[in-house]
């Protein structure tokens, strides 16, 4: 490349010379300060012998091998994956195909009315949907090692160490240094994101209740700060995936900050007519860009999908999803603020639990950069083989409880429950509160934080008068977590449908390691053959409600998954919160 394309690196490297020799100075450069020529003189054994260049042309040589043996350890992984007889493998069989034309002629499709005002039980039923859809997806994590090893394939390839920073540079992809904290990053992603869904919804059943004006008005306060909260994690979550996908380009890290903050570079409005898609995307990165305005972009992405259907085809798996986990969050707000008088977000009200989780936050990532998952998560595939995601998950377990002093479920069970009862305790006494004369009643955040000793020495005299359970938010597979919400039923007998009905219900409740996969279509139409109704709501979420036949107790939200197809672990996910909320197992279906 260097004579026939005239490769050269950024950098002349003046009077500086590189060695490739065997042992610990292979790749150390040296460079001459004073006497060139004799300095050159005494190189130049090594540079007849070849092992001696100049520095311009030993970075690229260096460069070479780097990749060059990230080739060779990505080949090597899947020559292990081939081989191995103990690692657990989702091979696919083949996928079922149907025609659209049969499809959509047995869908009962019902379009989803104008956004209108919502009562609170519906708000709080669908708060509680997508509490249990996370809690799901959580004892996935916990408890099947293909969901563990995606989401942490997710997070290690979506670092932000892989966005050049402001002199082009990029960190390794390929390296097992960056790992654990990935591992780290992915559990607690999964636990935070539960735990604040369950604080919202105890937020809301509350309001129910709550008579009192000024209660109302600091429960409302405490509402809009978690759903700003959440917003902004769903928005960091959107932002972490188009920078190293398909914005790559449109982002710039700075090197010198603890954390490789991300900021974007240019203006986004340049694409409207070249790149429509990623112009709306990067507008929902933004910063400035609040709920109310990310209304906006998602409508307009709908929009474009409805008319151009294979745009949405060109972003990747963790792209869409949390596209799609954003608009979910975006369309809960509003529908939120159309059914009550959301107060601004404030910085200084109602701001305990989001200090406190701040906190939390702080501590996990101070053990990221201690905690050595290699022996069981590199390479991550490894993850798959017997025990591995086990081992790996009670070692963080392990390591959060001496860190930190207790379970990470328990802290974050007793951060909901402490502001819960600080909100409950205030409002038993707004009669005699001072502020009660504004009509706020206020909840005052955790200004006075304690040192981290005091901390974890408190989480352990707590643990001492725990009750003998485990958290609900347990990631130790090796503990039963209690499961709130289901009832003991009575054996439901099978529902008689059609051959391909079944034949998608036994792909998707198939206990099999080689299980199939079905696409979207095929499922829906498998639903609609059950009387099911699907009606379209925000951005990929469908509601399921079941017809009055099957004395089904409520409607369930599905996501439409990225392409279409359901496969790998998205089967177990769908098959589990339909067991979960219907009883449902292969059993359950017999062909008519």
């Known amino acids: 490349m260097m004579r026939t394309r005239n490769l050269r690196h950024v950098n002349s490297f003046k009077n500086s010379y590189m060695f490739f020799l065997d042992g610990g100075v292979y790749g150390r450069s040296y460079t001459s300060l004073q006497d060139h020529d004799a300095t050159l003189a005494s190189f130049g054994p090594a540079i007849r012998a070849g092992v001696c260049v100049p ?177 902004n994690r769903a928005q960091s979550m959107l932002k972490r995936h188009i920078s190293t996908g398909i914005g790559s380009k449109w982002f710039r890290r700075i090197s010198n900050s603890s954390n490789n903050r991300l900021v974007m570079k240019g203006d986004p409005d340049l694409l409207t007519r070249e790149n429509p898609q990623l112009q709306c995307l990067l507008r929902l990165c933004q910063p400035e860009t609040n709920a109310s305005q990310a209304m906006h ?62 906190e939390l936050g702080a501590e996990l990532d101070q053990i990221k950069t201690e905690i050595d998952l290699t022996d069981f998560a590199a390479p991550i595939e490894n993850l798959l083989e017997p025990d591995m995601a086990k081992n790996s998950l009670n070692a963080l377990d392990q390591c959060i409880i001496n860190n930190m002093g207790t379970k990470m479920g328990f802290i974050y069970e007793d951060l909901i429950t402490d502001c819960t009862l600080r909100l409950t305790e205030r409002a038993i006494n707004d009669q005699a509160d001072q502020q009660a004369k504004n009509c706020f009643i206020s909840l005052p955040s955790d200004t006075s934080a304690q040192p981290r000793e005091v901390r974890i020495q408190e989480r352990r005299r707590k643990d001492k008068t725990r009750p003998d359970h485990s958290s609900i938010y347990e990631i130790n597979p090796s503990v039963e977590r209690p499961v709130k919400g289901m009832q003991a039923t009575e054996p439901m007998e099978p529902l008689i449908v059609k051959t391909a009905t079944a034949a998608t219900f036994f792909t998707l409740f198939s206990k099999s390691e080689a299980r199939g996969s079905i696409t979207w279509a095929a499922f829906e139409a498998a639903m609609a053959d059950l009387g099911f109704s699907i009606i379209p709501e925000y951005g990929s979420v469908y509601a399921f409600t079941p017809p009055p036949s099957l004395a089904l107790r409520k409607s369930i939200k599905l996501h439409r998954p990225h392409r279409s197809r359901i496969e790998g672990y998205q089967l177990l996910f769908l098959a589990s919160r339909l067991n979960r909320n219907y009883g449902w197992t292969s059993q359950s279906f017999q062909v008519a």
Request: aromatic share 8%; glycine share 2%.
């Open 297 to 358: 972009w998602i409508q307009k992405l709908d929009d474009l999908y409805k008319s151009h259907p294979s745009e949405r085809e060109t972003l990747q798996e963790r792209e869409a999803d949390s596209l799609c986990d954003l608009a979910i969050t975006v369309g809960f707000i509003q529908s939120l603020s159309l059914s009550v008088a959301i107060p601004p977000f404030n910085k200084k009200k109602g701001q305990f639990f989001a200090s406190r989780a701040a």
């Open 55 to 231: 520095r311009s042309t030993g970075e690229l040589i260096l460069t070479r091998q780097h990749y060059m043996c990230q080739l060779l350890n990505i080949m090597i992984e899947d020559i292990l994956d081939v081989g191995s007889i103990s690692r657990s493998k989702q091979e696919r069989a083949k996928r079922l195909t149907q025609s659209a034309s049969t499809v959509h002629s047995t869908l009962a499709i019902v379009q989803s009315a104008k956004p209108g005002k919502i009562e609170l039980p519906l708000l709080i039923s669908n708060s509680s949907d997508r509490k249990s859809f996370l809690d799901e997806y959580l004892s996935l994590v916990c408890n099947e090692p293909v969901v563990l090893a995606h989401d942490v394939n997710v997070w290690f390839f979506s670092r932000p160490e892989l966005v050049a920073d402001e002199r082009g540079r990029i960190l390794p992809a390929h390296t097992d240094r960056y790992i654990s904290s990935a591992f780290v990053e992915a559990v607690h992603k999964a636990v935070n994101s539960a735990a604040i869904w369950h604080y919202i919804c105890r937020l809301l059943e509350l309001l129910r209740g709550a008579s009192h004006k000024a209660h109302r008005a600091t429960l409302l306060q405490e509402i809009s700060n978690m759903c700003q909260l959440e917003y």
